[in-house]
């Protein structure tokens, strides 16, 4: 099982990324899939997740959207307006408690 979301990303204050990931399908069928970040010093928190409905975290929402292509198991983070503190490392994952392994993630510059 390996979650696809590696690499890095950069921008400038303002800019846009769009991260995807591709799942396993045995993840991706077992419900909610979720974009998380880990802030440098500060713990992983979920950043969007999709499954029956979309829910956005408060301090992303308007920014960032997240959708799903379930023929490919691939979720898809649209970041737009990024500021520095949306810098991090970039993971998705299940949303239930069965996971995957996290992986390398994305890691995402914001630059002033």
């Known amino acids: 099982v390996q979650l696809q979301a590696s690499g890095e990303a950069w921008c400038r204050l303002g800019g846009s990324l769009s991260l995807s990931c591709q799942a396993s399908?045995?993840?991706?069928?077992?419900?909610?899939m979720g974009w998380y970040r880990q802030a440098p010093g500060k713990q992983r928190e979920l950043v969007a997740s999709?499954?029956?409905?979309?829910n956005i975290a408060d301090f992303v929402k308007g920014r960032f959207t997240i959708s799903r292509d379930n023929a490919k198991s691939m979720v898809v983070l649209q970041m737009n307006s990024l500021k520095p503190e949306d810098t991090g490392v970039y993971y998705c994952?299940?949303?239930?408690?069965?996971?995957?392994?996290w992986g390398q993630g994305t890691l995402v510059t914001v630059s002033s």
């Open positions: 994952n299940a949303v239930g408690p069965v996971k995957s392994p």
């Open positions: 399908r045995i993840i991706f069928s077992r419900g909610p």
């Open positions: 999709i499954g029956g409905d979309t």
